[in-house]
Protein backbone atom coordinates (compact mmCIF):
# COMPACT_ATOMS: atom_id res chain seq x y z
CA UNK A 1 0.00 0.00 0.00
CA UNK A 2 1.16 3.28 -1.09
CA UNK A 3 0.11 7.05 -0.95
CA UNK A 4 0.26 10.36 -0.05
CA UNK A 5 -0.54 11.81 3.12
CA UNK A 6 -4.29 12.20 3.65
CA UNK A 7 -5.00 9.36 1.08
CA UNK A 8 -8.10 6.72 3.17
CA UNK A 9 -7.44 2.87 2.96
CA UNK A 10 -10.90 2.08 3.21
CA UNK A 11 -12.51 -2.02 4.72
CA UNK A 12 -14.43 -3.16 2.28
CA UNK A 13 -17.55 -4.12 4.32
CA UNK A 14 -18.97 -6.46 2.09
CA UNK A 15 -16.13 -8.80 2.65
CA UNK A 16 -17.01 -8.55 6.79
CA UNK A 17 -20.98 -8.92 6.37
CA UNK A 18 -20.03 -11.85 4.28
CA UNK A 19 -17.45 -13.30 6.40
CA UNK A 20 -19.76 -12.83 9.57
CA UNK A 21 -22.74 -14.30 7.64
CA UNK A 22 -20.91 -17.63 6.98
CA UNK A 23 -19.64 -18.03 10.74
CA UNK A 24 -23.71 -17.07 11.74
CA UNK A 25 -24.10 -20.41 9.63
CA UNK A 26 -28.27 -21.70 9.05
CA UNK A 27 -29.11 -19.47 12.85
CA UNK A 28 -28.56 -15.87 11.03
CA UNK A 29 -31.76 -14.36 10.35
CA UNK A 30 -32.17 -12.93 6.36
CA UNK A 31 -29.10 -11.21 5.82
CA UNK A 32 -29.70 -7.24 5.84
CA UNK A 33 -27.62 -5.51 3.93
CA UNK A 34 -24.79 -2.67 5.96
CA UNK A 35 -27.36 0.21 6.00
CA UNK A 36 -24.59 2.67 6.82
CA UNK A 37 -21.42 2.48 5.70
CA UNK A 38 -19.98 5.76 7.35
CA UNK A 39 -17.49 5.50 10.21
CA UNK A 40 -18.19 6.96 13.44
CA UNK A 41 -16.63 6.62 16.48
CA UNK A 42 -18.63 6.51 20.07
CA UNK A 43 -16.88 9.09 23.02
CA UNK A 44 -14.01 6.54 23.79
CA UNK A 45 -12.55 6.29 19.86
CA UNK A 46 -14.22 2.79 19.12
CA UNK A 47 -14.96 2.94 15.69
CA UNK A 48 -18.42 1.08 14.49
CA UNK A 49 -17.39 1.01 10.51
CA UNK A 50 -20.64 0.03 10.10
CA UNK A 51 -23.83 -1.28 11.04
CA UNK A 52 -24.74 -4.51 10.38
CA UNK A 53 -28.49 -4.83 11.62
CA UNK A 54 -29.87 -8.88 11.93
CA UNK A 55 -26.73 -10.31 12.92
CA UNK A 56 -26.83 -12.07 16.30
CA UNK A 57 -25.48 -9.81 19.50
CA UNK A 58 -22.76 -12.63 20.25
CA UNK A 59 -21.46 -12.19 16.67
CA UNK A 60 -21.37 -8.54 16.98
CA UNK A 61 -19.35 -8.93 20.48
CA UNK A 62 -17.02 -11.41 19.28
CA UNK A 63 -16.44 -9.16 16.48
CA UNK A 64 -15.89 -5.82 18.35
CA UNK A 65 -14.82 -2.73 16.83
CA UNK A 66 -11.68 -1.88 16.73
CA UNK A 67 -10.15 1.31 18.52
CA UNK A 68 -8.91 4.71 17.04
CA UNK A 69 -5.49 5.66 17.74
CA UNK A 70 -3.69 9.00 16.54
CA UNK A 71 -0.18 8.14 16.32
CA UNK A 72 2.94 10.42 15.85
CA UNK A 73 6.16 9.92 14.83
CA UNK A 74 8.50 12.60 15.32
CA UNK A 75 12.35 12.40 14.80
CA UNK A 76 14.07 11.38 17.74
CA UNK A 77 16.30 8.05 17.75
CA UNK A 78 14.49 4.79 18.23
CA UNK A 79 12.80 4.39 14.51
CA UNK A 80 12.28 0.59 15.72
CA UNK A 81 9.89 1.48 18.45
CA UNK A 82 7.51 3.49 16.24
CA UNK A 83 7.88 0.72 13.30
CA UNK A 84 7.01 -2.00 16.04
CA UNK A 85 4.20 -0.09 17.30
CA UNK A 86 2.82 0.88 14.45
CA UNK A 87 2.87 -2.71 13.64
CA UNK A 88 1.15 -3.92 16.33
CA UNK A 89 -1.35 -1.43 16.45
CA UNK A 90 -2.25 -2.82 12.74
CA UNK A 91 -2.52 -6.33 13.64
CA UNK A 92 -4.26 -5.99 16.32
CA UNK A 93 -7.27 -4.55 14.12
CA UNK A 94 -6.69 -0.56 15.37
CA UNK A 95 -8.12 2.25 13.45
CA UNK A 96 -4.48 4.34 13.11
CA UNK A 97 -4.42 7.68 12.31
CA UNK A 98 -0.77 8.07 11.23
CA UNK A 99 1.40 11.20 11.34
CA UNK A 100 4.91 11.38 10.72
CA UNK A 101 7.09 14.19 11.02
CA UNK A 102 9.18 15.45 7.90
CA UNK A 103 12.63 14.84 10.56
CA UNK A 104 11.70 11.24 11.32
CA UNK A 105 12.52 10.60 7.49
CA UNK A 106 15.94 10.95 8.22
CA UNK A 107 16.05 9.12 11.42
CA UNK A 108 14.31 6.10 9.50
CA UNK A 109 17.25 6.33 7.12
CA UNK A 110 19.83 6.26 9.79
CA UNK A 111 18.27 3.54 11.72
CA UNK A 112 16.67 1.23 9.53
CA UNK A 113 17.97 1.73 6.12
CA UNK A 114 14.83 3.25 4.48
CA UNK A 115 14.31 5.78 2.72
CA UNK A 116 11.24 8.18 1.30
CA UNK A 117 10.87 10.45 -1.63
CA UNK A 118 9.96 13.60 0.51
CA UNK A 119 6.10 13.59 1.58
CA UNK A 120 5.47 10.61 0.44
CA UNK A 121 5.56 8.31 3.49
CA UNK A 122 4.66 4.35 2.41
CA UNK A 123 3.45 2.54 5.92
CA UNK A 124 3.77 -0.65 3.82
CA UNK A 125 7.57 0.07 3.12
CA UNK A 126 7.79 1.43 6.55
CA UNK A 127 6.78 -2.11 7.98
CA UNK A 128 8.11 -4.46 5.44
CA UNK A 129 4.41 -6.03 4.38
CA UNK A 130 1.51 -5.18 3.28
CA UNK A 131 -1.08 -3.50 5.51
CA UNK A 132 -4.91 -4.30 5.52
CA UNK A 133 -6.77 -1.95 3.40
CA UNK A 134 -8.69 0.47 6.25
CA UNK A 135 -6.32 0.23 8.78
CA UNK A 136 -3.86 3.24 8.34
CA UNK A 137 -4.77 7.04 7.23
CA UNK A 138 -2.17 8.99 6.86
CA UNK A 139 -2.25 12.21 7.57
CA UNK A 140 0.47 14.89 6.71
CA UNK A 141 2.49 16.61 9.21
CA UNK A 142 1.95 20.27 7.78
CA UNK A 143 -1.89 19.75 7.47
CA UNK A 144 -4.09 21.52 10.45
CA UNK A 145 -6.80 21.13 8.58
CA UNK A 146 -7.31 17.13 9.67
CA UNK A 147 -9.61 15.86 11.38
CA UNK A 148 -6.68 14.70 14.60
CA UNK A 149 -6.41 18.79 14.43
CA UNK A 150 -10.05 19.08 16.32
CA UNK A 151 -10.71 17.93 19.78
CA UNK A 152 -14.34 16.77 18.42
CA UNK A 153 -12.51 14.28 16.07
CA UNK A 154 -12.99 11.20 18.71
CA UNK A 155 -10.20 8.86 19.08
CA UNK A 156 -9.10 6.44 22.19
CA UNK A 157 -5.91 8.67 22.59
CA UNK A 158 -2.54 9.56 21.39
CA UNK A 159 0.99 8.53 21.27
CA UNK A 160 4.19 9.98 20.18
CA UNK A 161 6.71 7.31 19.68
CA UNK A 162 9.88 8.15 19.41
CA UNK A 163 9.22 11.89 20.67
CA UNK A 164 11.82 14.46 19.87
CA UNK A 165 12.83 16.65 22.44
CA UNK A 166 11.47 19.37 19.75
CA UNK A 167 8.02 17.88 19.75
CA UNK A 168 7.87 17.59 23.84
CA UNK A 169 9.07 21.40 23.81
CA UNK A 170 6.31 22.28 21.65
CA UNK A 171 3.83 19.91 23.37
CA UNK A 172 4.77 21.88 26.67
CA UNK A 173 3.96 25.40 25.25
CA UNK A 174 0.62 24.25 23.60
CA UNK A 175 1.65 25.68 20.63
CA UNK A 176 0.30 23.41 18.09
CA UNK A 177 2.11 24.59 14.88
CA UNK A 178 2.68 21.09 13.60
CA UNK A 179 -0.12 18.53 13.06
CA UNK A 180 1.15 15.84 15.91
CA UNK A 181 1.10 18.68 18.18
CA UNK A 182 -2.12 19.95 17.49
CA UNK A 183 -3.28 17.02 17.93
CA UNK A 184 -1.73 15.97 20.82
CA UNK A 185 -2.42 19.07 22.40
CA UNK A 186 -6.33 18.50 21.41
CA UNK A 187 -6.24 14.93 23.42
CA UNK A 188 -4.64 17.14 26.26
CA UNK A 189 -7.86 19.44 26.20
CA UNK A 190 -10.22 17.34 25.79
CA UNK A 191 -8.79 14.89 28.47
CA UNK A 192 -8.10 11.77 26.28
CA UNK A 193 -4.94 9.48 27.20
CA UNK A 194 -1.87 10.67 25.57
CA UNK A 195 1.52 8.72 25.60
CA UNK A 196 4.90 10.22 24.66
CA UNK A 197 7.70 8.15 24.18
CA UNK A 198 10.49 10.79 24.42
CA UNK A 199 14.55 10.09 23.79
CA UNK A 200 16.98 11.63 24.85
CA UNK A 201 20.38 11.16 26.91
CA UNK A 202 20.85 12.69 28.95
CA UNK A 203 18.09 15.31 30.02
CA UNK A 204 18.50 18.51 30.58
CA UNK A 205 16.87 21.26 32.99
CA UNK A 206 14.68 22.18 30.45
CA UNK A 207 13.57 18.99 29.34
CA UNK A 208 12.73 17.41 32.20
CA UNK A 209 10.69 20.90 33.26
CA UNK A 210 8.66 20.45 30.03
CA UNK A 211 8.07 16.50 31.11
CA UNK A 212 6.85 17.90 34.51
CA UNK A 213 4.40 20.46 32.66
CA UNK A 214 3.13 17.50 30.24
CA UNK A 215 2.82 15.22 33.44
CA UNK A 216 0.50 18.02 35.26
CA UNK A 217 -1.30 18.11 32.12
CA UNK A 218 -2.53 14.68 31.71
CA UNK A 219 0.05 13.28 29.63
CA UNK A 220 1.81 10.04 30.42
CA UNK A 221 5.75 10.12 30.22
CA UNK A 222 6.99 6.80 28.97
CA UNK A 223 10.83 7.42 28.19
CA UNK A 224 12.62 4.96 25.30
CA UNK A 225 14.02 2.87 28.38
CA UNK A 226 14.18 -0.41 27.41
CA UNK A 227 13.86 -3.21 30.74
CA UNK A 228 16.19 -5.87 31.01
CA UNK A 229 14.31 -8.30 33.39
CA UNK A 230 12.86 -10.28 30.21
CA UNK A 231 16.39 -11.22 29.41
CA UNK A 232 16.40 -9.99 25.54
CA UNK A 233 18.58 -11.55 23.28
CA UNK A 234 17.67 -9.58 20.80
CA UNK A 235 16.97 -5.73 19.52
CA UNK A 236 13.45 -6.95 18.73
CA UNK A 237 12.65 -8.54 22.35
CA UNK A 238 14.09 -5.69 24.05
CA UNK A 239 12.58 -2.80 21.87
CA UNK A 240 8.66 -5.39 22.02
CA UNK A 241 8.86 -4.75 25.71
CA UNK A 242 8.87 -0.96 25.81
CA UNK A 243 6.13 -1.09 23.23
CA UNK A 244 4.08 -4.23 25.67
CA UNK A 245 4.15 -0.80 28.16
CA UNK A 246 2.89 1.40 25.51
CA UNK A 247 0.13 -0.93 24.20
CA UNK A 248 -0.60 -1.17 28.06
CA UNK A 249 -0.48 2.80 29.07
CA UNK A 250 -3.35 3.15 25.75
CA UNK A 251 -5.33 0.93 27.13
CA UNK A 252 -5.13 -1.36 24.36
CA UNK A 253 -5.67 -5.22 25.01
CA UNK A 254 -3.11 -7.38 24.02
CA UNK A 255 -1.27 -10.75 24.00
CA UNK A 256 2.74 -9.34 23.00
CA UNK A 257 5.96 -9.78 25.54
CA UNK A 258 6.54 -11.08 28.76
CA UNK A 259 4.57 -9.94 31.95
CA UNK A 260 6.65 -9.95 35.55
CA UNK A 261 5.28 -12.79 37.37
CA UNK A 262 1.48 -12.58 35.49
CA UNK A 263 0.55 -15.91 34.21
CA UNK A 264 -3.34 -14.22 32.96
C1 LIG B 1 19.70 10.63 13.33
C2 LIG B 1 19.07 11.61 14.25
C3 LIG B 1 18.78 11.23 15.55
C4 LIG B 1 18.18 12.13 16.44
N1 LIG B 1 17.91 11.70 17.69
C5 LIG B 1 17.24 12.52 18.53
C6 LIG B 1 16.85 12.04 19.82
O1 LIG B 1 17.10 10.90 20.21
N2 LIG B 1 16.15 12.86 20.61
C7 LIG B 1 15.81 14.14 20.22
O2 LIG B 1 15.14 14.84 20.98
N3 LIG B 1 16.18 14.63 19.00
C8 LIG B 1 16.89 13.84 18.16
N4 LIG B 1 17.25 14.32 16.91
C9 LIG B 1 16.97 15.71 16.58
C10 LIG B 1 15.57 15.95 16.08
O3 LIG B 1 15.35 15.21 14.89
C11 LIG B 1 15.34 17.43 15.80
O4 LIG B 1 15.30 18.14 17.02
C12 LIG B 1 14.11 17.71 14.98
O5 LIG B 1 13.95 19.12 14.88
C13 LIG B 1 12.87 17.11 15.59
O6 LIG B 1 11.77 17.50 14.82
P1 LIG B 1 10.35 16.79 14.99
O7 LIG B 1 10.10 16.68 16.45
O8 LIG B 1 9.38 17.70 14.33
O9 LIG B 1 10.43 15.48 14.30
C14 LIG B 1 17.86 13.44 16.01
C15 LIG B 1 18.13 13.82 14.70
C16 LIG B 1 18.72 12.92 13.83
C17 LIG B 1 19.01 13.35 12.41
Redesign the pocket.
Not at 74 to 77: D, E, H, L, Q, W
Given at each position: MTGRPGDKYHRDPTSQFVFLTLIAGCHAPAPTPPVNTNRHADLNGTVNAHRLDGIPLFILMATQPAKRIIMGV????GAIYGRMLLDELEKLGTEIHLIV?P??H??MR?ELGITFPADRFDPSKFLGRKVKPGQIVLHNDADLAAGPASGSFRSAGMVVCPC????LGSLASGTGS?LVTRAADACLKERRRLVLVP??TPLNLIHLRNMTTLTEAGAVILPAMPGFYHRPTTIEELARHLVLKILDSLGVEHHIGYRWKDEG
Open positions: SGASSTSIVESMKTSRE
